[in-house]
């Protein structure tokens, strides 16, 4: 146990290792902690680095996460703090007090700080800012004016700039002497008396060159700058279509004001997709770790909502009380064509959804995917139709019924199409988020059609 | 228009005009090549960056793209191909023909090359093998060798080693020397004597060394090293986890053979984001580019498979037609019931597949969560069971029936909730894609429950 920490200084980590934060780790640490064990358990979680004691604190149950975090206070890493999902960061930063946070913050780089502070309660932000050096309170109280999810706190505030006028071996000096300069940099901005981004370096770039060229000369012209109060989603569009390492955050007047890297990047990616797949299912993102009462909550506004579409479509079923009286086997039926419905459309809608998020999706190509989904629809209502009315006359022993299926099989399956891409372009042209809405609006539509469409058409041509 | 090309080597891109592939632009050129303006067409899509005539070539009507193809032939930037959605490329892949494609592969890094031939047909591949240079022939090869999705097909094959005995000053010096580099790079491998990567340098550390300083002092000892049979989808987690900008590939025997860096990362996590929200909406992640009938046949599978479900559960409400028959109100309510299964196990089925996806749901965890699911389903099923006991009362007159409806959804809430975490783990556990299948298999057991439990209880009290 003791030399496995000389050991991964010697020989290279395999990436297999840290993948397997393996179940084995998880219930050893599970015991010693359950029976208080405080040096044994420290002993176990020696070898974890950050990222994996983060997963770690998160898959423990939460009184035995607070015992852990008890166990580490001494010499806690403030990396841990970053890499947890926001409901639990919340109990740790609670648990570690304000003076210990307050030492956490002060050691991170300002844009993992950021992030830290402004995912705390008004009052221990205060109680923080009151106990960090007043260099750094600067700084944060500064990025947190930018909006939420913007590109100005997604920033880096430490970056590396040069004059345009600076040769490479100048350039060389200064980074070898400068003191305050960050851990890790790709990029050296080049920048005109006005401080305004005209350029950037890549840094392999500027040690492959000989020490009298001018570093303007191999800066690379093209340079996308970010202004800092871009939407980080769109930020990550960015880096994501032009395959950025690292762009420059300017202000108003294009003066460079902080980097943004793209590990930050890779995060928000991660963030906004859990977000699309999550409002598509009707959860928040923090969902896996909250309480159950407050999980319950949570969900309940949206099932809720869904319980009121449901009661919208049985209102729809009532109108033809009189319809199914007379032939029950309606009722046995009526379920099969809703549900193809509510699929067909969700099918369509997913497409939508996800092409306006990664904007594959506009204005320009909105009628022609329309008219796609609209054949789609057709199709794939053409042949159900045969399938379900061939079911449903068998089973029913009336042909009269199977036709009646048939034929809503088709209008239902059409207007699914159309709804479940109309829907969507809907909502996004009026600023709202599709993932969000999207579902809740189509099964009431593809219901309340299945339905009238069936017992309507029975109605009139059955009974 | 003609000093556009000018303009922008002097000034810096601002992001807005890249996020802008404006619907103007798109329809100026769309009316351009509809009228078959070769110079026109050419002339507004000159200023545009190979990732933007990409987005621009995949809004565009087939006949169109294919002209425009067409018009660019004479100096078709190779960079547009790899940023191409599959069924796209395979299109203009096809439409440039062998030979011009030869031409681009060998303008390509080799990882662009590889992803752009593995995606070719076996025929067209083999032509192309006839026309580039041998040695790039033989790297393709190699790389082929690797299984498809995973390090050995992701990674980079040019990157800079140095031996671990070597000096700042030599690093540099040979960095200054050779000519075989690749263009960019932000880590210096450092390798003993069999080629094994023993630390890493970032390239700025290099720079801010003096020259006599051993590499290998400032060497990162803690370096991940990733087998190149690793799956795509457990390396974008590793750099996720591990905030890797980019990592070295190592075959069996620990010897460095390429590097991944963290922009193909991106497109991995796009993809793999991508697939579990398409999936779990019952489509192909190239929906949206295939033609109508090839989408159209590709959804009828999905949806067949759900046709077969409603029928299973129309089967289950035949069991009662008896009971329908003396209290039609039944079939007018029962749909509420099915809904609300439907909706709270998706919403629990979310959270587990995308858990899973993100291993914050393990064995380690499994239990505890499952316990919270089953509190949150009795905790929203007591409140729905009270909420629609009462609109059933009130509806139908009948106090009996409104309790039938509440206790029915109390016990469906539960088994939602069981169903849609259980689901998911029983699938990953047996190595299947929980986002492919949970769908269907959860909407199967919502429905055949919340039917037979209010029939089912509506037929023992009721009548």
Chains 1, 2 share one sequence.
Do not use: C
Not at 78 to 85: A, S
Not at 239 to 246: A, I, K, N, R, T
Not at 294 to 317: H, M, P, Q
Not at 349 to 357: E, F, I, Q, S
């Amino acid at each position: 146990m003791a030399d496995q920490e000389t050991a991964s200084e010697d020989v290279p980590v395999q990436a297999e290792e840290i993948l397997g934060l393996s179940d084995d780790v998880v219930s050893s640490v599970t015991e010693a902690l359950d029976d208080e064990h405080r040096f044994e358990s420290r002993l176990l979680v020696e070898p974890l680095r950050a990222p994996e004691l983060a997963d770690l604190l998160q898959l423990l149950r939460p009184e035995l996460r607070g015992r852990l975090v008890d166990y580490l206070r001494p010499d806690f890493d403030p990396e841990i703090l970053t890499e947890l999902e926001d409901d639990v960061r919340d109990d740790v930063a609670e648990q570690l007090g304000t003076r210990a946070l307050a030492r956490t913050i002060a050691r991170l780089e300002t844009d993992d700080a950021l992030e830290l502070i402004s995912s705390l309660q008004e009052d221990q932000q205060r109680q923080i800012f009151q106990a960090i050096p007043s260099a750094l309170r600067a700084t944060l109280r500064e990025g947190l004016a930018f909006p939420e999810d913007s590109a100005g706190r997604l920033m880096q505030r430490d970056f590396v700039a040069v004059p345009a006028f600076w040769s490479v071996g100048e350039t060389i000096d200064y980074l070898r002497e400068a003191d305050n300069l960050p851990n890790d940099f790709y990029d050296i901005f080049v920048v005109d008396p006005r401080h305004r981004a005209v350029g950037s370096v890549a840094v392999s770039h500027v040690l492959r060159n000989k020490r009298p060229v001018k570093i303007l000369d191999i800066a690379e012209p093209d340079l996308v700058t970010v202004p800092a109060t871009m939407d980080q989603e769109e930020v990550a569009f960015l880096f994501g279509q032009q395959d950025l390492v690292s762009a420059p955050v300017v202000d108003d007047a294009g003066r460079l004001i902080g980097t943004i890297t793209v590990d930050d990047v890779l995060d928000v990616i991660h963030e906004e997709a859990e977000e699309d797949i999550m409002r598509l299912g009707g959860v928040k993102t923090d969902d896996l770790y909250s309480a159950a009462m407050e999980t319950g909550r949570s969900r309940f506004s949206w099932l809720f909502l869904n319980l009121i579409t449901a009661i919208l479509a049985s209102i729809v079923i009532g109108f033809f009380e009189g319809t199914l009286e007379q032939i029950v086997m309606l009722a046995i039926l009526m379920p099969i064509v809703a549900s193809m419905g509510r699929n067909a459309g969700t099918q369509t809608m997913t497409v939508a959804v996800r092409a306006l998020a990664t904007r594959e999706l506009t204005g320009a190509n909105a009628m022609r995917v329309l008219g796609k989904e609209a054949l789609v629809g057709v199709y794939n209502g053409l042949l159900f139709a045969l399938l379900i009315g061939l079911v449903a006359w068998f089973w029913s022993g009336s042909w009269s019924i199977g036709a009646v299926m048939a034929v809503a099989m088709v209008i239902t399956l059409v207007i699914a199409a159309l709804a479940g891409m109309m829907i969507p372009l809907g909502l996004s042209r009026t600023g709202v988020d599709p993932a969000i809405a999207s579902g809740v609006i189509l099964t009431t539509i593809t219901d309340v059609v299945a339905f009238s469409a069936f017992l309507g058409l029975a109605a009139g041509f059955l009974v």
